[in-house]
């Protein structure tokens, strides 16, 4: 053998271990420290190893949520096993297999929930956590789907319990959980009410069929809720806000009614009569949160979403509303648009665009 043989051979299989080592990392949202949107980087980190039932899932899109930038300034960090990569949901096709996982094929559109890690090119599934993107659905606009329904979607039915004839008041209305709450509580036979902060707002929510919506930057909104409702209280209220809100929820709700609480984004402190003004209505109170559920919770709130809403999409009566479409390296813009309050629906994320993508392999 020869030396340029040799030679040649060396630089062969040095060509195919970096190919190797190429393919076990990926592209990933990382967060060098707590703090602003600025500590966001799109850097290079493992692709994720599958455990028992779980499915690589390449993510052609992702969505940001309010919990990613509560986590990016360390107030919120991934529950214990989950990744602390940002995202909380991605759309895109079955890469790879984990050990008993038997329920999707390769190849196959899917979009997840995870507790952590949609924000990156390759993200570890549980199988009974991925829903399955029809042919009538974009992948984009399944990204804009698991979180933010599915919180909604467990806020009326697995936590108030909404029932047909009822009326709820929706905090956030034209935020991604509120639109999706807007739609929910129409397609169970409630009516439903929102707050926002801009008429843009108040009219996307009741172009999806909210009844009427209020500006909660132009002073109290009871007095202008009850005007028309000709006097009704209403029976449930979904409350992202917090303790700035305590005092007009207790006032715009019924006797026995239901206020769920799911975010503090107006403060977590409350001052006044407060236990006396639950009892006085026999209040339920009841705080809510989803990444945190268990992995067989999360599964029952999947199946029944897949059978009482999924189907909907398909024929319209759901719609998926998005704010914007943004490429991956601005993900901290996204943050910075999120944190502003100015975007109607959900911030969608493009990982891998679609033709490229198809390129993108590992060899797990």
Not at 7 to 13: A, E, N, P, Q, S
Not at 29 to 40: N, R, T, Y
Not at 289 to 299: D, F, G, V
Not at 312 to 325: D, N, P, Q, R, W
């Amino acid at each position: 053998m020869t030396v340029a043989s040799i030679f040649t051979k060396l630089v062969l299989m040095m060509n195919l271990c970096c190919f190797w080592c190429q393919s076990q990392n990926m592209r990933a949202a990382l967060v060098s420290q707590p703090g602003g949107p600025e500590q966001i980087t799109i850097g290079e980190t493992p692709v994720p190893v599958l455990k028992d039932k779980q499915v690589l899932l390449k993510v052609y899109y992702s969505a940001i949520n309010r919990a990613d930038t509560l986590q990016r300034q360390g107030k919120y960090p991934s529950p214990p096993g989950d990744s602390d990569i940002l995202g909380l949901e991605a759309a895109g096709t079955v890469e790879k297999l984990g050990p008993g996982a038997t329920k999707w094929k390769i190849g196959e559109r899917v979009m997840g929930l995870v507790g952590g890690g949609g924000n990156a090119e390759f993200v570890a599934v549980h199988e009974n956590h991925l829903l399955p993107v029809n042919e009538l659905l974009s992948l984009q606009e399944a990204a804009a789907i698991p979180e933010v329904w599915l919180t909604a979607f467990q806020l009326l039915h697995f936590v108030a319990h909404i029932k047909a004839g009822e009326s709820v008041l929706i905090h956030a209305g034209g935020s991604g959980v509120g639109t999706a709450a807007v739609q929910l509580a129409k397609l169970a036979g409630a009516e439903a009410f929102i707050t926002a902060g801009t008429q843009e707002k108040i009219n996307l929510a009741k172009s999806l069929g909210a009844s009427e919506g209020f500006n909660y930057k132009e002073g109290p909104f009871v007095e202008k809720l009850l005007n028309v409702t000709n006097g009704r209280r209403v029976d449930v209220v979904l409350d992202c806000v917090g303790g700035t809100m305590w005092e007009q929820n207790i006032d715009a709700i019924g006797m026995e009614g239901r206020l769920i609480l799911y975010g503090t984004l107006g403060g977590a402190s409350l001052n006044g009569d407060v236990i006396r003004s639950i009892m006085g209505k026999r209040l339920s109170v009841i705080g809510s949160t989803l990444r945190a559920r268990s992995c067989e919770y999360k599964s029952r709130l999947i199946t029944s979403f897949q059978e009482m809403a999924l189907p909907h999409f398909l024929t319209g009566t759901l719609k998926v509303v998005i704010a914007s479409v943004l490429p991956f390296e601005e993900l901290a813009k996204a943050h910075q648009i999120m944190e502003s309050n100015v975007n109607a629906g959900k911030i969608v994320i493009e990982v891998i665009p679609e033709q490229r993508g198809k390129n993108i392999k590992t060899d797990l």
